[in-house]
């Protein structure tokens, strides 16, 4: 069993950084793969990044690759998601999630971020 919580979200202006964590219970953290999703009003789900249990393997969504860096500490059970140079079409609600094989199992309860311009 694994509880996420995230935090990190806040309004921010356009061009600027914000560093979301995902921060996790659970002693076999570092099995799981985590990734980061984003929901925006009115619009699905959609997947952002995502880092494998060690570290060495991460994907990004087209939209955000050059511009969100994914990484992980297993020693402090988190995840973070560096977000530079955001727009306001990345404002939404943040998601990570933990996967051990399959789908995302666990979820946490999502921050707000909001980009102004």
């Known amino acids: 069993q694994v509880q996420l919580v995230e935090s990190g979200g806040g309004l921010v202006q356009a061009g600027g950084s914000v560093r979301l964590s995902c921060a996790a219970s659970g002693r076999t953290f570092n099995s799981y793969g985590v990734g980061w999703f984003r929901q925006a009003p009115g619009k699905e789900r959609e997947f952002v990044a995502a880092?494998?249990?060690?570290?060495?393997?991460?994907s990004y969504a087209d939209s955000v690759k050059g511009r969100f860096t994914i990484s992980r500490d297993n020693a402090k059970n988190t995840v973070y998601l560096q977000m530079n140079s955001l727009k306001p079409e990345d404002t939404a609600v943040y998601y990570c999630a933990a996967t051990i094989g399959g789908g995302y199992n666990y979820w946490g309860q999502g921050t707000q971020v909001t980009v102004s311009l």
């Open positions: 880092i494998s249990w060690s570290g060495t393997s991460r």
